[in-house]
């Protein structure tokens, strides 16, 4: 059995109560208090409680992946926007492809809804291209193909966050290198991304089995995606550590979708009970490790993590396989 609160008396009139299920701890203090204890309290609950922070992003606005009958985008939208809120989440980006709306004008509504929640949107490519299929130049086009749209909907806000489609970031250095110039020249930031359990997977088999209303299969899809994502921000603390020697200020992607947004609130649940505050992009990037630069030429890419645990020949941490086979195969 393991023991979920720990109390330790750590000089006279002060004990330091750890609660190992919250990741949190607080001094409890008696009538006599002495300076000295009270410092190495404050000590302890810093080593006891380190600070984990995480950035929540949404790829692929304003249409992700199948919906199930009945349900719209901008009902997804507009879900997404209030789980966020009533978790007072801080504004969280919305990553876009404004080529979409070629096929589907009227998918504007979704990013008029993420604005007028005050969200902002960042740059995904105009057509959701993959560097690994086309030229620097071609891609370089695709990013700024992307922007006038962006610039009219943020209104001179900051907009120049770019975050690479299936996060691939060049498969030759050459490549990697030119977009990363072209990207600084641009004064782009680039939205990296640390912690990554490929939650798109589930939003297929979730439109099929609310089709054949399999109530079944769908709680089985709720459970494998929150074990999947625990498992998966577990991987991503533990690389981190590996890397940099440190829990770091995560980056979490997450997609449009609309098993995503049935999802949510439950997924931010789980990261609180894993003693996550929610912060914004900008809040987290301002950790040092997002000045790390893999710079090497990598097909499949991957969180920054993976990258630096490439680039550096670390091994990986042992970890369970995503059910990816298991959730093509549901409600065919
Ligand atoms: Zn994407």
């Known amino acids: 059995m393991k023991v979920s609160r720990v109390n330790l008396t750590t000089g006279p009139g002060l004990t330091m109560v750890i609660d190992r299920k919250r990741s949190s701890a607080r001094c409890i203090s008696t009538p006599v208090l002495l300076s000295f204890s009270l410092l190495l309290c404050l000590f302890m609950i810093e080593k006891a409680s380190p600070a984990q922070e995480v950035a929540l992003t949404f790829d692929d606005l304003p249409a992700h992946a199948p919906l199930p009958p009945g349900v719209t985008r901008a009902g997804v939208a507009k879900q997404i926007i209030k789980a966020l809120e009533s978790a007072h989440a801080p504004k969280s980006y919305g990553f876009m492809n404004a080529g979409k709306l070629q096929t589907v004008p009227e998918d504007i509504e979704v990013l008029n809804l993420w604005r007028a929640a005050g969200l902002p949107l960042g740059n995904h490519t105009y057509s959701h291209m993959s560097?690994?299929?086309?030229?620097?130049?071609?891609?370089?086009?695709?990013?700024?193909?992307?922007?006038?749209?962006?610039?009219?909907?943020?209104?001179?806000?900051?907009?120049?966050?770019?975050?690479?489609?299936?996060?691939?970031?060049?498969?030759?250095?050459?490549?990697?290198?030119?977009?990363?110039?072209?990207?600084?020249?641009?004064?782009?930031?680039?939205?990296?991304?640390?912690?990554?359990?490929?939650?798109?997977?589930?939003?297929?088999?979730?439109?099929?089995?609310?089709?054949?209303?399999d109530s079944k299969a769908i709680e089985q899809l709720k459970t494998s995606y929150l074990s999947t994502?625990?498992?998966?921000?577990?991987?991503?603390?533990?690389?981190?550590?590996?890397?940099?020697?440190?829990?770091?200020?995560?980056?979490?992607?997450?997609?449009?979708?609309?098993?995503?947004?049935?999802?949510?609130?439950?997924?931010?649940?789980?990261?609180?009970?894993?003693?996550?505050?929610?912060?914004?992009?900008?809040?987290?990037?301002?950790?040092?490790?997002?000045?790390?630069?893999?710079?090497?030429?990598?097909?499949?890419?991957g969180t920054l993590l993976q990258q630096m645990m490439e680039a550096r020949h670390l091994q990986i941490p042992a970890h369970q396989e995503k059910p990816m086979k298991e959730l093509d195969a549901m409600c065919r």
């Open 131 to 213: 560097l690994n299929a086309n030229t620097v130049e071609a891609f370089e086009q695709d990013i700024q193909a992307n922007e006038p749209l962006l610039d009219s909907m943020m209104h001179g806000r900051d907009w120049r966050w770019f975050r690479y489609p299936y996060l691939w970031e060049g498969d030759t250095r050459e490549k990697r290198r030119a977009i990363r110039s072209y990207l600084a020249e641009h004064k782009y930031h680039i939205a990296q991304v640390t912690l990554d359990f490929e939650d798109w997977a589930w939003n297929g088999p979730y439109a099929r089995c609310s089709a054949k209303n």
């Open 229 to 301: 994502a625990a498992e998966y921000i577990s991987f991503g603390q533990q690389m981190a550590r590996m890397i940099y020697g440190r829990d770091i200020k995560h980056v979490l992607l997450l997609h449009a979708g609309a098993f995503d947004a049935v999802m949510l609130p439950q997924l931010i649940d789980l990261l609180k009970q894993r003693g996550f505050k929610l912060v914004s992009l900008q809040q987290a990037e301002r950790d040092p490790a997002y000045r790390s630069d893999p710079d090497m030429g990598l097909q499949w890419g």
